[in-house]
């Protein structure tokens, strides 16, 4: 797996447009896959938006960088860092520093109809449920949370160039500190990603060493 770091110029009229339409972002990002008639691979990224805006982007192979940057020229303001991610550095027992914006979600039915078999996805609000929502995740997920905040919980709402309706999700950045408890596991967790809406910037796992 492959990380790179993307610092977008506010300049670039496609920057902004990304910056400000998850959707966007994510069709922008897919340049640097793509190949005539293929589909691009899955990837996960984040945008870390403050005064200098960047965003992470992890995949499976390299992506091609140089071909977004002629297709949107100036769209970044210093030519991207991709680097590999030393798996085999992971430990069993190992203790990390972790980072993760996710749409931590629950599955209910309705309320109103209880004899329908359809089932509707909630956004988790409640600090306590987040923190429920993350626990379970890493025991699926091969980890073990040591110790997690709950950084910003914000609704948000997205809009498709369609015109269609807005999509509210519920964002969370968690920050904290997690130990391995399944390696393999945890390896597909990492490449996988956690939550629902991979393809607007949730369930990237960015960890580090303590």
């Known amino acids: 797996m492959y990380l790179s770091r993307l610092q977008l110029d506010p300049r670039s009229k496609q920057a902004r447009i990304d910056l400000a339409s998850p959707y966007e972002l994510h069709a ?22 403050g005064k200098i805006p ?28 991709s ?14 520093r972790f980072r993760l914006r996710a749409n931590p979600t629950v599955t209910k039915k309705d309320p109103h109809n209880p004899e329908s078999k359809k089932r509707k996805r909630h956004g988790l609000k409640t600090l306590e449920e987040q923190l429920e929502w993350l626990h379970r995740q890493g025991a699926r997920g091969g980890f073990s949370v040591l110790g997690a905040m709950v950084v910003q919980s914000e609704r948000v709402r997205m809009y ?51």
């Open 83 to 96: 680097k590999p991610i030393p798996l085999e550095h992971l430990q069993p027992a190992q203790v990390l």
């Open 28 to 49: 922008t990002l897919c340049h640097a896959f793509a190949g005539p008639n293929q589909t691009p691979p899955r990837f996960l990224w984040r945008a870390e938006v």
């Open 54 to 81: 960047i965003v992470l982007v992890q995949s499976a192979g390299m992506p091609d960088w140089e071909k977004l940057a002629r297709r949107f020229p100036g769209y970044f303001a210093q030519p991207p860092a």
């Open 160 to 210: 498709k160039h369609d015109g269609s309706a807005p999509i509210v999700l519920q964002s969370v950045l968690y920050e904290g500190h997690l130990k391995i408890t399944d390696l393999e596991a945890f390896k597909h967790t990492l490449a996988a990603g956690l939550g629902h809406a991979k393809a607007l910037g949730f369930g990237l796992l960015s960890i580090a060493k303590v």
